[in-house]
């Protein structure tokens, strides 16, 4: 896929786990191993980490840091697509270590390139970093930025995105872990 990059937001501060999310382990391997390999047989090497943990440089992958910090996931998003050399970018956040080629693909190839935005819904929640972002919208993100307008659903309203719904055999893949108790039940 040479008009896509793959991005992994793992610049949160990770308040309710307690430590960086992307770390932790699941099955032998970090949360950040499992997003990574499920973007590989799509992106090659063309997958972008964003965060100002120099942990993750360990793993040998392309990391950036926030170009502006403390700006959460519109300042993680703003600085990727602005070092993008793709039209499409696909978003994932660390906290879905659950996610699958196959749901990969499946967002790639259903997302509309009319669209600046291809977001994902499971049930009645949209998850905006589980998505295709056009590179265009870096403008919009400054824009937010520069206003300290930090809700990335706010951007988003503001371009009608295609929002795609899950089907349901892959509904478990999106399960954001942000807690503790979050953690454990995924290790059961």
Known sequence: MENFTGIILAGGKSQRMGTDKGLLPLNGKPFIKHIYE?????????IVVVSSNAAYDAFGYNRIEDLISDKGPVGGLYTALKQSKTKF???????????????VKWLVDNHDDGYLVTQV???DKVSPLVAVYDRALRTLLGEHMAGNQLKLRDVIA????QTL???EKWEKQLQN????????????
Do not use: C, H
């Open 177 to 188: 872990i942000n807690t503790e108790e979050d953690y454990k039940k995924i290790q059961k």
């Open 165 to 167: 719904i899950i089907p």
């Open 121 to 123: 819904q499971v049930g």
């Open 38 to 46: 499920a973007m590989k047989p799509i992106f090659g090497d063309n």
């Open 89 to 103: 970018n696909l978003v994932l956040s660390v906290d879905v270590p659950l996610i699958t080629t196959e749901l």
């Open 158 to 161: 503001e371009v009608n995105p």
